[in-house]
């Protein structure tokens, strides 16, 4: 991934923000036509695989992010805080 891509995304503090994020560097792009998230915890790391709508536009997004090709999506290979929390869930209270 390019350094710039690198640090943007690894500021996001959880699973939302990160989202967000990536999705909005997407939207040049065009409609994004699946996206899926995978945050490993032990290795502080967020992988994300991206396909857009319009399949001539992938090798252009991938160009821009730095991103890898795995079977056609785009993989972003994110480092993560400690910290970073996969989901928001509020406090349970009975």
Same mark, same amino acid.
Not at 58 to 73: D, F
């Given at each position: 991934?390019?350094?710039?891509? =690198?640090?943007?995304? +690894?500021?996001?503090?959880?699973?939302? +923000?990160?989202?967000?994020?990536?999705?909005?560097?997407?939207?040049?792009?065009?409609?994004?036509?699946?996206?899926?998230?995978?945050?490993?915890?032990?290795?502080?790391?967020?992988?994300?695989?991206?396909?857009?709508?319009?399949? @001539?536009?992938?090798?252009?997004?991938?160009?821009?992010?730095?991103? @890898?090709?795995?079977?056609?999506?785009?993989?972003?290979?994110?480092?993560?805080?400690?910290?970073?929390?996969?989901?928001? =869930?509020?406090?349970? =209270?009975?």
């Amino acid at each position: 991934m390019r350094p710039d891509v =690198t640090e943007q995304l +690894s500021a996001a503090r959880d699973l939302h +923000s990160l989202t967000e994020a990536v999705l909005v560097l997407c939207e040049p792009y065009g409609p994004v036509h699946a996206f899926r998230v995978v945050h490993n915890r032990g290795a502080a790391r967020v992988i994300c695989f991206i396909e857009l709508e319009a399949q @001539k536009q992938q090798p252009a997004l991938v160009r821009a992010l730095g991103a @890898k090709v795995i079977n056609g999506a785009a993989c972003l290979d994110i480092p993560v805080r400690e910290d970073f929390a996969a989901l928001r =869930t509020p406090a349970v =209270t009975n």
